[in-house]
């Protein structure tokens, strides 16, 4: 038999195996379920193989937040024109224009950005820096330091920048987060990236399955 037949009678072989249809379907047939199935498969690969790699390089656990509220947005304003409007909470404690403007991510972000999030120790995280945190709360908390304090472990204060005050229910205290419920420090800001999950979990909400996925990426 010639060796061009032997290669279709072995590509044809595989095709009809059942991982040469899954395959195809996956990744060639165009319908609706092939879709939704390609993407719940790249999404599996990212969650449980990619990003627990990028966890162990960035030193935690949730290397990557998406930004699912508008608590740290500044609506599109000039710092300066921000400032104003806010400044009376902050002097209230102590933080001027000239701490804020210091701060990282001084113009804040917005929902539908994707952070980068980096270990910290407690003892290194300031005044200032943008932590992730979880509450009792479904999902992590990204607010902003206002407050650190130690008192035989270290405990913290956050704020969103949009929010007029803290946070303070049942499942939620920003005036008081301790040191073992911080998972890390917002390290960088990719703008509008996470609405990819945001809409993703948005999809899959109509296949029954969504409580597989929680609000990390």
Do not use: C
């Amino acid at each position: 038999m010639p060796k061009k037949k032997k290669k279709l009678k072995k590509r044809t072989k595989k095709l009809d195996a059942w991982y040469g249809k899954a395959w195809y379907f996956i990744w060639h047939d165009n319908s609706t379920w092939s879709w939704i199935v390609a993407l719940i498969l790249i999404y599996v690969i990212l969650k449980f193989l990619i990003y627990p790699g990028i966890g162990l390089i960035f030193g935690t656990n949730s290397p990557m937040v998406v930004v699912i509220s508008d608590s740290m947005e500044h609506k599109e304003m000039p710092f300066d024109e921000w400032w104003v409007e806010n400044k009376d909470y902050y002097l209230t404690i102590n933080i001027t224009r000239a701490d804020f403007s210091t701060y990282p991510f001084k113009n804040g972000f917005n929902k539908g950005d994707l952070m980068f999030i980096t270990g910290k120790k407690p003892e290194n995280i300031k005044i200032g820096d943008v932590i992730v945190f979880q509450s009792q709360k479904p999902y992590p908390i990204i607010h902003r330091v206002i407050k650190k304090e130690y008192k035989s472990i270290w405990v913290f204060e956050t704020k969103g920048d949009n929010n007029e005050a803290q946070v303070r229910d049942d499942e939620l205290d920003e005036a008081r987060v301790l040191e073992k419920q911080i998972i890390g420090k917002a390290t960088l800001d990719i703008p509008y990236l996470g609405y990819i999950k945001i809409w993703f979990v948005d999809l899959i909400k109509v296949t029954g399955i969504s409580s597989l996925f929680d609000s990390t990426l």
